[in-house]
């Protein structure tokens, strides 16, 4: 094809040379700046899914949720100005979670930099090192058939560099995919029927080949561990399978996050968080063995952080972890001797089974519906096969004591935004995990409430927008309760809890996803939730489930206080 002028040539070449290199969803917010590439993208549809949305920041989150589960890198497009700054904060938690984005924005002619022009600012550079790659692409222009072609080759040689460098696959990634930025400059015209004398085609490698295609990320060997000092597993977000068999083979206790991909098998701890506040049980720990993210408890930061404990953090798609600044050593794979549980395990199973029955005693004992029930009946609904979005603040933490027993083998994946934990885009990243994993048995979501409407905007979507089937759980306690139980929450502190931290907000949340025609459903008891969670909806849902915020802290401190308790 020889389009009629530059601008769609660049956007044209660019989006081909992403598509060639695997990309195959494309998340794009409308500008008129980003014209050539929004055209260049439908004109696509049939080689990658395109998704529309009116908010940057969505945008940002849907493309971060997709790239999560589709495990591919994806594309996300907009114009020049604010609305690329509005996609720093998915950058951000794609850099920090090693999640595969390509991040293509539209800019004004560098002419026009300092000029005081219309949606002008400095964009080249503007996500810093949060990407693993920018590069600031000057304007394609007309010219002799050699300019041309020169100009071609080189947009194609970029777009395949960067697509592999977000997928980790060189070696400047240092093997953990995140998000790279292209920064387009892009002059007029900027709709493909414009002409302005460019008269060269865009071929490409024969045979739809990328045009560089790197060789496959080196393998390394497993280091081996010895079996000696007492140690435990902690697998925190995306930690996979690797730390469950690590911890199965070697007899060790698993301390597995929700959303850490291991929280399967026989060696996971359930409560292992209440566990570690028995100071006698946690001081006997010798060795620490930590892969993945660990991100949800503050026990386990203060065992990292013991000079006594030999710390082994383990490499992953988002590098690794070291809060306390105590690993003394840093591995890219580990394995350990095949060996039975001993006395040292069997603790912490027996613990585990004892105190697992009286917490939930305990919640039983409420006699409401608690935050704890709900993430339990949310966890128990997820089938084999299914996916489980779940959002920051409380209910990953409450998900992290109420997980069902999950099977080796059953495909169910757990995931949420845990790169820095934050709670913005977590609609938009849910509905793109559903998007990007279409074969999941199931999709669902838990959130909280203030988490859900920091991001309902992204329950809007236009008519002819992919909806996949999601039911969204939002524990609707009316405000931020995750200070409850933090030194915000003191009673020295009531006077001004609500106002600062408490944030009661009062909204309808029916009316709120009436506006949307999304389904809503309010459910006050354990037995209704679980009925709303028999009977889905399809497409994307709301099962709101009501509960109290001015016990949470009461509540927490009793839950806390279990395993000090006479057993």
């Known amino acids: 094809m020889t389009p009629a002028n530059a601008s769609t040539a660049v956007a044209t070449v660019l989006l081909d040379e992403l598509v060639r290199s695997g990309v195959r969803d494309l998340v794009l917010a409308p500008g008129s700046r980003s014209a050539p590439l929004a055209f260049a993208a439908y004109a696509a549809a049939d080689r990658l899914r395109l998704h529309t949305r009116i908010d940057e920041r969505t945008a940002g989150f849907l493309a971060l949720g997709i790239a999560r589960t589709g495990r591919r890198p994806v594309a996300v497009v907009t114009t020049s100005g604010t609305a690329v700054a509005h996609l720093h904060p998915a950058v951000l938690e794609a850099s920090h979670a090693g999640v595969p984005l390509v991040v293509v924005t539209a800019d004004r002619p560098a002419r026009l930099r300092g000029s005081n022009a219309n949606q002008t600012t400095d964009q080249a550079g503007i996500f810093a090192a949060a990407v693993r790659d920018a590069a600031d692409v000057p304007a394609a222009h007309p010219g002799s058939g050699a300019v041309e072609r020169r100009q071609v080759a080189a947009w194609r040689a970029l ?8 997928a980790g696959r060189l070696d400047r990634s240092q093997g953990r995919p995140g998000p790279v930025h292209l920064n387009v400059q892009v002059e007029e015209p900027l709709t493909p029927d414009g002409e302005d004398g460019w008269g060269s085609p865009l071929d ?40 469950r068999v690590l911890a199965e083979r070697a007899g060790w206790p698993l301390l597995a996050e929700p959303t850490s991909g291991s929280r399967t098998g026989h060696s996971v701890i359930r409560t292992y968080r209440l566990l570690l506040g028995d100071d006698d049980l946690a001081a006997r720990v010798q060795r620490v063995v930590v892969c993945g993210h660990p991100t949800l408890s503050r ?51 027996s613990r585990d089974a004892d105190l697992s029955r009286r917490l939930d005693a305990l919640l039983d004992a409420q006699g409401t519906l608690t935050p704890h029930h709900v993430a339990g009946a949310v966890s128990a609904a997820v089938p084999p096969g299914g996916l489980l979005f779940v959002g920051a603040s409380n209910p990953v933490r409450d998900l992290d004591l109420m997980v069902a027993p999950y099977g080796v083998g059953d495909r169910r994946m757990v995931l949420g935004n845990r790169g820095l934990a934050g709670i913005d885009g977590s609609v938009s990243s849910a509905v793109g995990a559903a998007l990007g994993r279409p074969h999941s048995t199931r999709a669902l979501a838990l959130l909280g409430d203030v988490t859900f409407l920091h991001d309902s905007n992204g329950l809007v979507l236009g008519p002819d927008e992919q909806r996949p089937d999601l039911t969204i759980v939002v524990v609707n306690d009316d405000g931020g309760s995750i200070f409850a139980s933090l030194e915000q929450g003191a009673e020295q502190h009531a006077a001004s809890y609500d106002r600062l931290f408490g944030t009661p907000h009062g909204v309808d949340l029916a009316a709120l996803c009436a506006a949307t025609r999304t389904p809503h459903w309010k459910v006050g008891s354990l037995a209704e939730l679980r009925h709303a969670l028999s009977v889905p909806a399809g497409g994307i849902e709301v099962v709101e489930a009501v509960v109290r915020r001015d016990d949470r802290r009461e509540l927490d401190a009793r839950i806390r206080a279990l395993a000090a308790a006479p057993r």
């Open 204 to 243: 490409g490698r024969a045979g739809d080949e990328p045009w560089m295609a790197p060789g496959p990320v080196p393998v390394a060997a497993p280091e081996e561990l010895s079996a000696g000092p007492r140690t435990v597993v902690v697998a925190g977000d995306d930690a996979g399978p690797p730390a």
């Open 159 to 166: 777009a395949a560099r960067f697509a592999a460098t977000a």
């Open 299 to 349: 026990p386990v930061g203060r065992l990292l952080a013991r000079d006594d404990v030999e710390v082994v953090a383990v490499t992953g798609r988002s590098g690794w972890s070291d809060p306390g600044l105590q690993a003394s050593r840093v591995v890219h794979a580990v394995s350990a001797a095949s060996a039975a549980a001993d006395a040292w395990t069997d603790e912490w199973r």
